[in-house]
Every structure is written in structure tokens, then in C-alpha cells.
């Protein structure tokens, strides 16, 4: 099976711009959460995704949104790009609640 | 919020049993123990999950103490691909919260050969 896969891997945009980051969980999982991870702040929790519903969401700003396909696959959208949001943004997904997540490689997007 | 705590940093020899502990006295009764690492920008490897008994799986083992306060992940014969920053997480097993992971700091474990 193949793993969960994110595009782009890496992505530099400048400040102000808004970027759209793609998500393909693992076939069968219906669960998508998605985490930035920063150096000061480490990993931290954006939303989660279940059957094209927002179940969970972080304590992130409004610029922060997503949504869930009915195949599953997941975007999330970052606008008016701000420098403070250049990290590591990781997708992870689920088959069911109670079982394990699973991650992607990631997206690096570095706004400048 | 992060309900573990973990050292910052450890270190083992190659070929070593690696054990790294975690803390977590205010755990309830509903959530899980998990542990993940993650090598350096890379995503997040699951490792292994446990409630209240012993677990052991291809990669670790998970020992948690009687009173669920606190728990010890177990790398048995650690390799210098074992070297990577290890996360001990609670988790809900049910509810509005589930699909939440709360990572912490983390234990960078370094293997050395």
C-alpha cells in the first residue's frame, strides 16, 4: 500500500501570497489531520478531517482553513502568508478513530 | 497542551538496549499511551500504543507501570538508524478530541556506534 503522499514537497512563497498545500492519505483511511511543526513551537495540531467534515480544529487564525474530498484526499490553505508561517506542514491519516496515524513527508514552505 | 514529560536528550551505544521514559501522572482512565519518533524532517513514525498492559511489537517494547503515571519505551538492540527524536503521547481513545495528537518536546535519542 502506498503511504500518505503530499504536494509540494517544498514551496517558497512571499509574504502576503496564500498557498494551497494537497494531501493523499493511504487508500481506505477517512481520517486526514493536519500539523505544523516549527522550530520554536515543535509539532502542533491545525484540524482534523473525518468523512468531508471538520471534526477538530487547532488554535490557529482564520487564515487557516481546510477541507476533505470525498475520496479522502485533503487540502489545506494558508492566506496572506505571513514570515511566522514557514515550517514543516505535515498530513497525517487514519482508517479509523482509535487506530494509529499515519504521516506523510511533509511540506516545507518557506515564506519570505 | 502536551500532558507528557520527557528528558530532552539521551544517548546509547550501538547494539544496546535503548529506554527512554516518559511521564504522564495526569493520564485518565480513556487514553492511550503512544509513542512516535521522528527522524530528522521526516514526518512522524508510529511506533507503538498501549492502555495498561505490557506491549511489544517489531520495533519496541512499551512498559507502563501498574498506576498508568508513568511508562518506558524499550528499543532493544538500538542501531545508529534509531537515532531520531522520540514523542510520547496521551490520547483519548473515544470522543470530540480523537483525532488530536498532542506532541510534546520530545527525547532526542542518539545512538552512537
Known amino acids: 500500500k502506498a503511504g500518505v503522499t503530499q504536494t509540494p514537497r517544498y514551496l517558497i512563497k512571499t509574504r502576503g501570497q496564500q498557498v494551497t498545500l494537497s494531501c493523499s492519505p493511504i487508500?481506505?483511511?477517512?481520517?486526514v489531520s493536519w500539523y505544523q511543526q516549527t522550530p520554536g513551537q515543535g509539532l502542533q495540531f491545525l484540524f482534523e478531517?473525518?468523512?468531508?467534515?471538520?471534526?477538530n480544529k487547532g488554535n490557529f487564525p482564520g487564515r487557516f482553513s481546510g477541507r476533505q474530498f470525498s475520496n479522502s484526499r485533503s487540502e489545506m490553505n494558508v492566506s496572506t502568508l505571513e514570515l511566522g508561517d514557514s515550517a514543516l506542514y505535515l498530513c497525517a491519516s487514519s482508517p479509523r478513530d482509535e487506530y494509529e496515524q499515519y504521516f506523510g513527508p511533509g511540506t516545507r514552505l518557506t515564506v519570505t | 497542551d502536551a500532558k507528557t514529560t520527557q528528558p530532552p536528550s539521551m544517548d546509547c551505544a550501538e547494539g544496546r538496549a535503548a529506554n527512554l521514559p516518559c511521564n504522564h501522572s495526569t493520564i485518565s482512565g480513556n487514553e492511550y499511551v503512544y509513542w512516535y519518533r521522528q527522524i530528522h524532517s521526516q514526518g512522524p513514525q508510529y511506533i507503538i500504543h498501549?492502555?495498561?498492559n505490557n506491549e511489544t511489537n517489531e520495533m519496541a517494547s512499551l512498559i507502563i507501570t501498574e498506576d498508568r503515571k508513568s511508562s518506558t519505551l524499550i528499543l532493544p538492540h538500538a542501531t545508529l538508524r534509531d537515532t531520531a527524536v522520540y514523542y510520547c503521547i496521551v490520547r483519548v481513545s473515544r470522543g470530540s478530541t480523537l483525532g488530536r495528537l498532542y506532541f510534546g518536546r520530545g527525547t532526542q535519542l542518539t545512538v552512537w556506534p
Open positions: 498501549g492502555l495498561k
Open positions: 478531517y473525518f468523512s468531508e467534515t471538520q471534526r
Open positions: 487508500s481506505g483511511h477517512r481520517s
